[in-house]
């Protein structure tokens, strides 16, 4: 999840903001068109409402479909009309006339590609002024927030910003083994350094109290990546930009309940519930909120003084060094909220 501050300034009814989607609801791909985007009704009735309520939250749901068209495919087309070319003309075609031939070879082979659908749930709090995107990938979630902001007049948002960077605190809270109050170290982390070594290191069902941890933040290595529990009611993994993943609800949240219940309703009031107790804990457990500028007003704090706040970088491709029992190397994607 990725969670967004909307400025207080910002006061729109439900009834307005279905209104404005309607304007861009999604329609499959034509024959010739690379991609869709639009709305869709979150309950999934094909005449429901595109932005529905729940105990006061309101939820929406974006549809994307693209085509799927292979690169090797497209580039045998195009070489098949280059020669066609060749052959009548007895020329090679230019660079002009050979990018003008992708563009012809990808209008004929649209019509015959596959779609791939796909969505993300969109979840405001308009009482605590929070939006949050069930998305890991930061350019989806900057495409959901445009089109937002395109859709719905005077909305300001911006990403939520607190006063000790979660890598800072995750480092501090595993070298010390002192969690948060409310909160408590789970089984998996991940720490990167910052040399030229480039060294990752990936501890999963593995206890994470142990002096060989210490001894990788203490040479250098940063959390990136730390499993948590939060009132023993929901695990999740925090990321040193504020990302909240593998949200899981612990059994506790689902004491008293019948196993028959369910359904959009009970779902969705479940995630808001108990995430909008956890967002604010963790505000606070990484120091409060910080300056968080938006269109039309400042919502500001004043930051304390933290001088490892500033993130060490990060290679996207480090190489990979094991330790312990049950290290892995591949991330499972996020469950939506």
């Known amino acids: 999840m990725i969670v967004y501050r909307i400025a207080e300034s910002w006061q729109m009814e439900l009834t307005q903001v279905e209104e404005a989607l309607v ?34 939250q309101w939820i929406l749901r974006l549809m994307t479909e693209a085509k799927v068209l292979p690169g090797s495919v497209l580039a045998r087309r195009v070489k098949e009309k280059a020669a066609r070319i060749e052959q009548e003309t007895g020329r090679k075609p230019g660079k002009k006339e050979s990018k003008e ?67 800072a605190a995750m480092a501090h809270w595993l070298k010390e083994q002192e969690p948060p109050v409310g909160f408590s170290i789970d089984r998996e982390c991940e720490l990167k350094s910052a040399d030229e070594a480039k060294a990752v290191v990936r501890y999963a069902r593995h206890p994470l109290d142990i002096d060989e941890v210490r001894e990788h933040i203490e040479q250098g290595k940063m959390p990136t990546k730390l499993a948590m529990s939060w009132d023993d009611r929901v695990s999740f ?5 504020l990302q909240i993943k593998k949200v899981t609800f612990l059994d506790t949240v689902f004491e008293g309940q019948k196993q028959d219940d369910g359904g959009f309703d009970t779902d969705v009031a479940i995630a808001t519930g108990e995430l909008s107790k956890l967002i604010p804990d963790l505000v606070e457990a990484l120091g409060g909120e910080g300056r968080t500028e938006l269109g039309g007003g400042t919502t500001t704090a004043t930051p304390r003084p933290d001088p490892a706040k500033q993130r060490s970088p990060v290679n996207n491709s480090p190489a990979v060094v094991t330790t312990g029992d049950g290290a892995e190397e591949e991330d499972e994607e996020d469950p939506p909220f």
């Open 237 to 241: 993994v925090l990321t040193e930009s």
């Open 23 to 56: 304007k861009t609801p999604f329609l499959e791909c034509g024959a010739t068109q690379e991609r869709s985007v639009g709305w869709v009704p979150p309950r999934g009735d094909d005449n429901g409402l595109l932005a529905e309520s729940v105990g006061g």
């Open 101 to 167: 031939l992708k563009e012809e070879a990808k209008l004929d082979l649209l019509p015959m590609a596959f779609t791939k659908q796909g969505s993300t749930w969109v979840w405001i709090d308009p009482q605590n002024h929070l939006l949050v995107l069930d998305t890991g990938s930061q350019g989806k979630a900057d495409e959901v927030v445009t089109l937002l902001v395109d859709a719905l007049p005077g909305l300001a948002v911006a990403l939520l910003d607190t006063q000790t960077s979660p890598q």
